[in-house]
């Protein structure tokens, strides 16, 4: 299987070279060729190959993933995405393919399932579970999943997930619901507890893009002490697993 992210970066007003576009990660496999999220702030090169992929995945209606929130995009691949994705605007992709969160559905030789996870009131997200030759779960927004970790996260080889903040608390409340994102500090304490091997950081915050990178680097390593292998995205890292 082969990961590739075309973009690495979350909703915020810093770049840099690393992290230019808004992320979103490319699958793989023997038969399979997917995309997931397709946000406002794409790689230009997705452009000219989105009708290629087998399909396109969405996590969440927020325009960093699902450009249709902003603004009319032709593509002719089918589109999944929940319900609630598909509401929250006026605007829709052509060929659209409603997914339940919890149910299993195949593209190619691929098995994903839809999970939901916290982090916004307004725009529901899921994270995706693939599975083909290894299992990943992609979740580049989240404070947490619904359903218990146990279960969304066995078997996986690669964790990819949410770097909007090292350390910093970006949990907020309304109405006594949260929302939000976590921290890559408690994202590395879930792969030491359900013995995840691997985490790649992605939808890298402000945090992140704007740390001299040895810093990072030592800060990776305070909260990994080498029990997990994590890796921080940028755009164009390309990994086989
Ligand atoms: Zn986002
Ligand atoms: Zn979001």
Avoid at 93 to 113: A, C, H, Q, R
Wanted: proline fraction near 3%.
């Amino acid at each position: 299987m082969i990961l590739r992210f075309p973009g690495t970066r979350g909703e915020i007003e810093e770049s840099n070279q690393y992290h230019r576009y808004h992320s979103s990660l490319v699958v793989q496999s023997k038969k399979a060729n997917i995309l997931i999220d397709f946000g406002t702030k794409h790689n230009p090169a997705l452009e000219d190959e989105i009708n290629y992929f087998n399909a396109l995945l969405i996590t969440h209606a927020h325009p960093d993933h699902y450009i249709w929130t902003k603004k009319e995009m032709a593509i002719g691949i089918p589109v999944f995405l929940t319900k609630d994705t598909l509401a929250y605007s006026k605007r829709s992709p052509k060929n659209v393919k409603i997914i339940e969160e919890g149910i299993k559905f195949k593209i190619m030789d691929l098995d994903i399932i839809a999970y939901k996870v916290i982090h916004s009131l307004r725009c529901p997200a899921v994270c995706y579970k693939v599975m083909g030759s290894k299992s990943i779960v992609y979740a580049p927004d989240l404070i947490d999943t619904e359903e218990d970790k146990a279960k969304v996260f066995k078997d996986i080889d690669v964790l990819i997930a949410d770097g909007s903040s090292l350390y910093t608390n970006m949990v907020r409340r309304k109405d006594g619901k949260i929302f939000g994102h976590t921290r890559v500090k408690t994202i590395i304490n879930w792969c030491k507890k359900y013995s995840i091997p691997k985490l790649i950081v992605t939808h890298c915050g402000k945090q992140i893009v704007s740390m001299e990178k040895e810093k990072l680097a030592g800060k990776i390593l305070e909260y990994s002490q080498e029990a997990v292998d994590v890796e921080i995205a940028v755009d164009g890292l390309c990994r086989k697993i």
